[in-house]
């Protein structure tokens, strides 16, 4: 039986393929929303918030902010 290697947490990096979450979550049936500045973060939250049903509100990081659980040594 093939081993399953063991994940380190927090992961190294959250990159995924290129899914698009947002247009998965539409596709069944889901409010969603993408927001990639501060800005929108506020009513996309308030919107998914107000939803009556399942809301999605992907969250685009800028990867060169410093992880907030970096690995010590």
Known sequence: MPQIEQQE???????????????????????????????????ALARALHHDGVSLVEVMLDSSVPMLYAKNG
């Open 9 to 43: 947490w927090p992961p190294e990096s959250l990159d995924l393929p290129s899914i698009d979450f947002v247009a998965l979550a539409q596709s069944m049936g889901c409010d969603a929303a993408r927001v990639s500045r501060c800005e929108e973060l506020g009513d």
